[in-house]
Structures are given as structure tokens and as C-alpha cells.
């Protein structure tokens, strides 16, 4: 007799399909449910859990999301002239040593190299500052990144007129 079981045994893949499913959600389905609608249930449970799967499964790194915004940022707006002696020439992000480095041109009254390391301690003060109360790097700075900059001459790009790396252990 084709379809029924005098065994009372259900057939292999009957076990298969309901398998999956925990005790509680096989309890609600078959029992709380019409059996007309257990079917749509089923599938919606299934999409809802495939759907929850992929989402959780396409999670980045927070290394590779600071690189991907590292090179949007520099797509967007770079080089950008910060003030009347500053341009903003790229932003890059290093994976390996989570680093984000700034490198900068000063032109003017600024592309002076004896001024720069007269002032290399207050300019470091003020970038560590400027970290502390960065909204924009909260996450990077809770994982340790690091923030590198480099001051470069505008008329000798060869000459660095000031660089310094800023570690976890300044900016908190």
C-alpha cells in the first residue's frame, strides 16, 4: 500500500524536514497552528532563518572597514586644503599594524623646518587631543588602531618637516 506506514515510522526525508528545527518551534507549528497554515509557516521560518544567517555571515572586519572608508574618504575629498597652510594630500590605512596615516603638505609661512620642530610638541598635543574627541574614530580607537602623521615641505616634497605616530597609550 503506497503512502502508508502500518509501522507507524515516518519516512526518511518526513525525519529530515522537521530535524532542523528545534523541540519548542516544532511544538508551535504542528500544535497552536491550522494545518492549513502550516506550510506558510514553514517556508516564513525558513526565510527568516536563511535571512538571519546571510546578514550575520556578512559582517566586516573593522580592519577592512577602516580601509574601505580610508579610500572613499580619499576618492571623496583629497587632497583638501585644511586651512591657509595645510592640504590634506591621502589618508591610508595599514591592516597589519592598524594604522591610519595622514599625510599632509604645509606651504607658506608653515614650510618652515625650523619652526616645525620648535613646535613639534604643542603640534602633537594638539593631535592627541584632536583624537580624544574624535566621534568619527570611537570604534577604531576602542580596537587600539594607531594614527600616524606626516607633515611634508610643499616646495621640497622630499623634506618631512614633522611626522609622529599616536599609540593607544596616548589618546586614552
Do not use: W
Not at 522537521?18 to 497552528?33: A, M
Not at 580610508?70 to 583638501?80: G, H, R, V
Request: net charge positive; charged share 25%.
Amino acid at each position: 500500500m503506497y503512502g502508508v506506514y502500518t509501522s507507524g515510522a515516518q519516512p526518511r526525508h518526513e525525519k529530515e524536514k522537521t530535524r532542523h528545527l528545534s523541540l519548542y518551534v516544532r511544538f508551535f507549528i504542528y500544535f497552536c497552528i491550522d494545518e492549513q497554515k502550516q506550510d506558510n509557516y514553514m517556508k516564513k521560518l525558513l526565510f527568516i532563518m536563511m535571512a538571519v544567517a546571510l546578514l550575520s555571515s556578512c559582517q566586516e572586519s573593522l580592519e577592512d572597514r577602516a580601509y574601505r572608508e580610508t579610500l572613499e574618504y580619499n576618492k571623496k575629498f583629497c587632497p583638501m586644503r585644511v586651512d591657509a597652510t595645510s592640504v590634506l594630500d591621502s589618508i591610508v590605512f595599514d591592516k597589519t599594524t592598524k594604522t591610519k596615516c595622514s599625510y599632509f603638505t604645509l606651504e607658506g609661512v608653515a614650510d618652515n623646518l625650523q619652526n616645525a620642530q620648535a613646535k613639534s610638541a604643542a603640534l602633537r598635543e594638539v593631535l592627541v587631543t584632536d583624537i580624544k574627541n574624535s566621534p568619527n574614530e570611537i570604534k577604531f580607537k576602542e580596537a587600539g588602531f594607531s594614527y600616524r602623521f606626516v607633515y611634508r615641505s610643499a616646495s621640497d616634497k622630499n623634506v618631512v618637516l614633522f611626522q609622529t605616530t599616536i599609540s593607544k597609550e596616548d589618546y586614552q
